[in-house]
């Protein structure tokens, strides 16, 4: 508070160094008594506080060239309707947006943002700086928002209007936002499951993109058999998690890698045609909206090419649905979809079911042993009910846990 408070009068480059080396050495001082799970960098801790500074006093330093100065990357072309100045006032306006304009997730922090002679807010995405996602992803967000836009499907999905470098060498993306244009409203998830209606568009909307051209983003797909590449997805996974991390899940009973390979060999399912999937659907993935649409899908880092079934079991999973709800979506599913797609999904979809419950039984463990995205609601959730996540994946693995594992479980939920 110290260095933020030198900031509140005139300041230059200089000052804002200073402050932002005294921010650092105190968060690094104060990391093993607080049990930070990380610290932030260097160049994180300055943009915060010049945020800070800029929504205060209504200017920053020199906010013209920290807007103008930014390099655009030309897979992503100017757009008619979203100039490169559009772009400027957009990371200007990033600069100052307030607090409650700033919304973070598992990997990015998202900043809405209103721009001159724009009609409503868009969002500027950037990584959070040192996030590694144990959960890979295969393709590139803004090729897969333009696959979706050039295919005209009615698939409610942000349109990616920039992407680029800052004037510090960051990565951002500039997004259409989702949620509603008043300031200080946030945008409304269906974090306690879907409504009737908005289970039939999500549907909707799921078999809407088995229209969209996947070769366009991944001209490899279509392959090969998906749960096999799946399951060799989730054993590497496994093996490369932390040393910590993999002790831990011996501990508790989880099998390694090697032997989680054998257990998944049993398991087979048909094959179905391939679809562009987005892969997280999680309720914070989803905006509620008020018009036929019903929700607007948000957040395609994790999106690759595979069965359509396994987008929407993942979505069950990930998200509380209710047994009618979720026989509900699975009726219209099959009705809407062409037999290609939904060849013996009766039998097929508590295999995947089974699958993501063992994947989280992973990812939610390592989540708890290095603290990576705990400030993520999604995540937050997710580590709360890891011991009725440990006991279901034990379970459908055909193991027990071990009676020697409750100390350490209940060291790791602490």
Known sequence: MRAAQTLEG??????????????LRALEAAAEPLRLAKVPSEGAIEQILFRWRASRTGSGLNLYTLGSDWQRDERVLERPDFPQQAVSDALRAEAAAP????????????????VPDHDSCVVVRRVVPGVRRRERGFLSE???????????VEVAAPRILALGWSHE?????????????RDHQSPDHPVNGL????????VDQLCALTKVDYLQVDPLAGQG????????????????????????????????ADWLAQILRRHTVSHRAP?????????????????????????????????????????????????????????????????QYTKDWLRDWRVYRWIEIVRSAYVDLDRLVTGAGLDAPNVRRAVDSYAMTLAAATASLGLRVRPAANPYLARALA
Do not use: C
Request: hydrophobic share 45%; aromatic share 6%.
């Open 142 to 152: 803004h090729a897969v928002l333009g696959a979706i836009e050039k295919s005209n």
């Open 195 to 202: 409504l009737p209606r908005e289970a039939d568009k999500l």
């Open 10 to 23: 005139p300041i230059d480059q200089k000052g804002l160094d200073a402050a932002t080396q005294a921010v």
């Open 169 to 181: 060498g960051s990565r951002f993306a500039i997004h259409t936002y989702a949620g509603p244009d």
């Open 99 to 114: 607090a409650s304009r700033v919304f973070k997730g598992t990997a990015h922090v998202n900043t809405v943002v209103r």
């Open 275 to 339: 679809a562009l999937l987005h892969g997280d659907l999680n309720p914070w993935n989803l905006v509620r909206r008020d018009d036929a649409l019903a929700l607007t899908i948000i957040d395609w880092e994790m999106a690759l090419v595979g069965d359509p079934l396994y987008d929407l079991v993942r979505h069950m999973h990930l998200t509380p649905t209710r047994p009618e709800i979720r026989d509900r979506m699975f009726r219209r599913w099959e009705r809407l979809l062409p037999a």
């Open 225 to 256: 058999r998906f749960y096999g590449w799946l399951s060799d997805q989730l054993v590497e996974l496994v093996r490369g998690l932390p040393k910590e991390s993999q002790q831990l899940a011996r501990v508790l009973g989880l099998p390694d």
